[in-house]
């Protein structure tokens, strides 16, 4: 274990955890709604500190960051815990840690410099904190991120967004990109499905912006739950208002967890908020989980082919220095070429 950050003693031996926008007060011998962080003896302490639970190389397409050093690859790392309780989520077998402990699920130790270490042996141009909510392993994110940005590594974040302000502000000067997971533009979607908020995600994302922190989202259509035209509009036209040049990842559900029962979203309805998207003035916008047009980069201004990508490789990028080749337009993102 390993004393937490972000946090305050109370009286009668309570703390108060500001690391997520959960704020938890939890009493001795209790722990957050993360199931990561405990109280002991007055004392917060994290649970998640050199616990790695997957460690794997992947194309930075997967996180899905696809104006972010495109075609590189990122060494992603995971530790147990989530801060959300989605019912469908794709890695509840380690987000949860209820779930995780009645599979028998394993960490291996590992410090901060062996993870650098392993990712510069890898070939990586970054590291990614994924899988799991990066927000509730910080304190090994934030050790890490340092040292990795001494060695040239970016950082990436592959979050819900429901972190606090003060943590962002820790870790901004070592963050350089994030997706972020915005799942629904319903109160009543994040209270019900997550047991979380909507505005402290909305909050997140406007701060990573004026941080300077490059952000793409993506929303996991769900049909019955999120997937109305009023939904999709109004994720649309937040991201638009906010900066037109965010890239929107629209993905399709497909049977988890909890709601194993629930159809795969239909093809239509992700066209159509693909459609929403763009006639909401968003300039990039992708399809996600579905192998098609929908994964390419196409220049706003002329309307050209400019990145072809199959599944997580990119087939072909036509950018010269980070320029449209046939109009001169600059695709806005990080090392683009």
């Excluded at 629904?184 to 505005?199: A, M, P, V």
């Excluded at 993506?218 to 208002?241: C, Q, R, S, W, Y």
């Excluded at 900066?243 to 559900?253: A, C, E, M, Q, V």
Aim: aromatic share 10%; glycine share 8%.
């Amino acid at each position: 274990m390993k004393e937490a950050l972000l946090y305050k003693k109370l009286e009668d031996g309570k703390v108060s955890c500001f690391l997520c926008s959960h704020l938890c007060r939890i009493a001795e011998d209790r722990w957050g709604i993360c199931q990561v962080r405990e109280n002991r003896g007055g004392t917060l302490f994290t649970h998640s500190y050199g616990k790695l639970i997957a460690r794997n190389v992947d194309p930075i397409e997967k996180k899905p960051l696809y104006h972010f050093l495109p075609g590189t690859l990122s060494y992603s790392i995971a530790t147990l815990g989530c801060n959300f309780q989605c019912n469908f989520c794709q890695n509840w077998q380690i987000s949860q840690v209820s779930e995780a402990e009645k599979l028998g699920v394993h960490s291996r130790k590992a410090e901060p410099e062996d993870v650098v270490r392993e990712a510069l042996l890898s070939g990586s141009r970054s590291i990614s904190y994924t899988y799991t909510e990066p927000t509730v392993f910080f304190e090994f994110a934030y050790d890490i991120a340092r040292p990795a940005k001494e060695k040239g590594l970016c950082n990436v974040f592959v979050t819900n967004g429901y972190m606090t302000g003060e943590m962002l502000d820790m870790m901004a000067p070592f963050l350089d990109a994030a997706n972020v997971d915005l799942k629904s533009f319903s109160n009543d979607f994040y209270r019900r499905i997550c047991r979380g908020k909507l505005d402290p995600v909305l909050n997140s994302i406007e701060k990573m912006k004026k941080l300077g922190i490059w952000i793409e989202v993506t929303t996991l259509i769900v049909p019955g739950l999120n997937d109305t035209e009023d939904e999709m509009k109004g994720i649309a036209h937040f991201l638009a208002g906010l900066d037109k040049k965010i890239p929107w990842h629209i993905s399709r559900f497909h049977p988890q967890y909890k709601m194993d029962h629930q159809g795969s979203t239909p093809m239509r309805t992700m066209n159509r908020a693909y459609e929403i998207g763009k006639k909401a003035g968003l300039e990039y916008v992708y399809l996600g989980n579905v192998m098609g047009e929908g994964n390419h980069t196409y220049c706003p201004r002329c309307g050209s082919l400019l990145i072809e990508r199959s599944g997580f490789s990119i087939t072909e990028n036509s950018l010269k220095e980070g320029k449209c080749p046939h109009c001169g337009n600059s695709i806005p993102g990080v090392g683009m070429s």
